[in-house]
């Protein structure tokens, strides 16, 4: 890609957001410190277009192999600000039809209209936010993030603005005024710190994954990827690993993600897009699930 291109034009080619003037990613000298033998060190950014076409892979990956690794999430700080006047954007309504692209590539509801109805002028505030929720509790923290991109790419919700932010720390779980203490008095910090280990390991674009080993050999997985191009990685750093069985039923789906896309769904339960999208709506029919219908896709949740 340019060296001047904007970041928040992602190349659905090679499934990546990319920040302009960095260099290539460095593999060495990660360790995993965990009980697990191996760390998935993971550079995203809450407004990451990509990072949200990666979800389905993810997903599935805890779900296959996750009590072989641990999972460390970091913010990358992929729009500083709106200080850029090249690769074909010089203001947020540019991102608005790139976005709607971007989600057909991967099959992900994605609604650009955010960039013109309410634009973000940074990725810095719920960058801070995830650290603030990191500081309460990282499972709650990762599905903090989770409702943060949903209220962006689907609800069209500015998420630098707190009573997005709020609602996302209570849909967690989270404590919101904890939340906002932590965000106010020292999680800015810890995100500095992210960005500091960011630039220091060679993180250019995101998703950018690091698989590492006890030993500290490390695998690099840049940009969406088949969900094979990750097994491959893992079993090349641990060869004795074996995909996990789970319960693949809609019951048990939803009991471990509390939302699912139609094409996540598809991808969990083993079946085509179009076989999921019927099954879902068959769910909704029967009054067991609910829908948040978008012109580019669906996202369930399950109904209390």
């Known amino acids: 890609m340019e060296g001047n291109k904007n970041p928040l034009i992602c190349d659905p080619a090679t499934g990546v957001c990319e920040m302009p003037g960095m260099q290539p990613a460095q593999t060495g000298n990660i360790q995993s410190t965990e009980e697990k033998p191996l760390t ?37 700080g992929l729009l500083p600000d709106w200080s850029y006047n090249s690769g074909g954007i010089s203001k947020p309504s540019d991102v608005a039809h790139h976005w709607d692209e971007v989600s057909i590539h991967y099959n992900m509801p994605i609604i650009g209209d955010v960039w013109l109805e309410d634009p973000l002028p940074s990725s810095y505030p719920p960058s801070i936010a995830f650290k603030a929720a990191q500081l309460q509790d990282e499972q709650k923290a990762i599905a903090f993030l989770r409702a943060s991109r949903e209220m962006l790419f689907l ?29 106010e008095q020292t999680a800015e910090v810890l995100f500095q710190k992210d960005l500091e280990l ?5 993180v250019r674009g995101f998703p950018s994954i690091f698989i590492s080993d006890k030993n500290g050999q490390t695998e690099f997985v840049y940009g969406v990827k088949p969900y094979e191009v990750y097994i491959k990685a893992i079993t090349k750093l641990l060869p004795a690993a074996v995909k996990g069985s789970y319960e ?11 939302s699912l896309t139609t ?3 598809a991808e969990l339960s083993e079946i085509t897009v179009e076989a999921a999208a019927a099954a879902l709506g068959q769910l909704k029919q029967a009054g067991t699930l609910m829908q948040l219908n978008t012109r580019n896709g669906d996202l ?3 109904l209390k």
């Open 300 to 302: 369930w949740q399950k």
């Open 198 to 202: 960011a630039r220091s390991m060679g």
């Open 40 to 76: 998935i060190t993971y550079f995203t950014d809450p407004i990451c277009s990509s990072c949200w076409g990666i979800e389905p892979q993810l997903r599935k990956l805890k779900l296959e192999f996750g009590k072989y690794i641990k999972f460390n999430y970091h913010m990358g």
């Open 155 to 183: 609800q069209k919700k500015n998420i630098t603005r707190w009573e997005h932010l709020s609602d996302a720390a209570v849909t967690a779980g989270l404590d919101p005024a904890r939340l906002k203490t932590d965000y």
């Open 248 to 258: 693949k039923s809609w019951e048990a789906l939803f009991g471990v993600f509390p």
């Open 263 to 265: 094409r996540e769904f």
